[in-house]
């Protein structure tokens, strides 16, 4: 099946990339390289020994994914393009409902041209009311930001899309912390500038670029006083799209399935396996809580494992060790970042 994936050459996306052509799907990728780099996806041939179609193409530009439509009969749609930082959806609203809402508005108006009708799309975990226990995917919804808004809105549309057209098959994942990287070191997550997520802090501080890790509050409600997230190997996340994609061949309407492992760790529990499995110290300061952030996040996966037949895998000491191997072959991630690209 040729599967086209938006965002492919992003974090999630260029691991996701690894898995399919590993299924051997035929891949190809779309990305405006707004927040990586086209090494991402050399690395993906370097790993998989297969030839990538890789195509320059901004969502927002709907001309040239009409051209790419024509050209390629493409059976099926993986879609993660698109911004994600919180903060700067906070800074920035309009920059994000502009590219997340439109991006995917002419995202499915090409796909319903070209009746092309299977999508797997990417949410969060963040457009679950916080709660104290595991959130199974009838939890109460709300989004206390503008880039969890976005996610919501786009849910909403694609159960709305179903419902005036019902051949449309869609498959909504709502990850929880994805962190870690492939094995082989060759891909893995490559913020720009300062990290916002708790593990490319801790790694950077490992490797001696940053100096101290902040721990964002020891006052809350768990058992170490620290926050509680639910951590998922970004490689569980990809083989999860998978399954999704295969569940959208054989089935039709919008189902929505938590990508989570169901157990929860604190910061403080992270950066003690870290520090175990690398051997690497860790300084840290605890300091005030951040705003928005809340005591506990994390899933009930059962119903992707019964429905997908898809659980978590991979254990937290391999995704800290795997995002320590990362980071220790590419102290400066792929070295191209997007401001270099936009300066030339
Ligand atoms: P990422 O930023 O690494 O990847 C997103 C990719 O989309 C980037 O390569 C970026 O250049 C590209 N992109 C953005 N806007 C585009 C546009 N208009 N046209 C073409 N390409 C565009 O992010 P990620 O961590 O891989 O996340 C992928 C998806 O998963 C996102 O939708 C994100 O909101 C969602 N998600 C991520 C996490 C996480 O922790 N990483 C958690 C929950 C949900
Ligand atoms: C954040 C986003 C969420 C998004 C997810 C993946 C917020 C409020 N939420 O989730 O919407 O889907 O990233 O991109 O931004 N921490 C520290 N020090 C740090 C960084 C984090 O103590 O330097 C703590 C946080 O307080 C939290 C935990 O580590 O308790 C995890 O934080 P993070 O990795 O940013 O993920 P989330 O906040 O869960």
Redesign the pocket.
Known sequence: MRVLV?????????HTCVELINANFEVIV???????SKV?LDRVEKITGKKIEFYQ?????ESDLEELFKKRKIESVI??????SVSESVENPLMYYT??L??TLVLLKVMNKFNVKKLVF?????VYTPAMGALDEEADLKATNP?GQT?LIIEQILRDLYISDNTWNISIL??????GAHKSGEIG??PDGIPN?LLPYITQVAVGKLEELKIYGNDYPTKDGTGVRDFIH?VDVARGHIKAIEYIDSSSGVSIFNLGTGRGYSVMELVSVFEEETKAKINYRVVDRRPGDTAICYSNPSKAEVELNWRAMKSIEEMCEDAWRWQLKNPNGYKVR?SEIWES
């Not at 938006?6 to 260029?14: E, F, M, Q, V």
């Open positions: 938006t965002g492919g050459a992003g974090y999630i996306g260029s779309i990305d405006n390289l707004y927040n990586s991402a193409i901004d969502l927002l530009c879609h993660f393009a698109g911004y994600k590219n997340n439109s991006g990417s949410s969060s975990a963040t880039y996610k709502r990850y929880f912390n994805p962190i997550e490559d997520n970004v997007k």
